[in-house]
């Protein structure tokens, strides 16, 4: 249980740190932030799976960038539920789906190092 908060509050911290270094990505403060993890990680856990293995074959042709496009797009669905966590468009969502993607990969490997 205790894990569950600590990686919910990661993944606020993530969010905010992506927001604030992508200009086109604005967070109202660290509770939307928060929610706007969960939200991503919901959409993509559930819609985005449905999504990958629809595009399976697509994904498979260009390596992995379909999974990639579909992850901006859950970051585009979020904002469209969220008036707290606002992007400028694909461009912006695809910047802050890399820079949280690279934030969440660091905290990861920090786990990894103090098992």
């Excluded at 990680?41 to 379909?66: D, E, H, Q, W, Y």
């Amino acid at each position: 249980m205790i894990r569950l908060i600590i990686e919910i509050i990661l993944m606020g911290i993530a969010v905010s740190v992506a927001a604030f270094l992508i200009p086109g990505v604005h967070v109202d403060g660290f509770g939307s932030a928060i929610i706007a993890g969960i939200l991503i990680a919901l959409a993509n856990a559930t819609i985005g799976t449905i999504l990958r293995i629809l595009t399976f074959p697509i994904n498979f042709l260009t390596l992995g960038l379909m999974s990639f496009i579909i992850t901006v797009l859950m970051v585009l669905l979020v904002d469209r539920f969220m008036d707290s966590f606002n992007t400028n468009g694909f461009l912006s969502a695809m910047l802050f789906a890399i820079v949280l993607a690279i934030i969440k990969m660091i905290f990861g490997s920090l786990d990894r190092e103090t098992d």
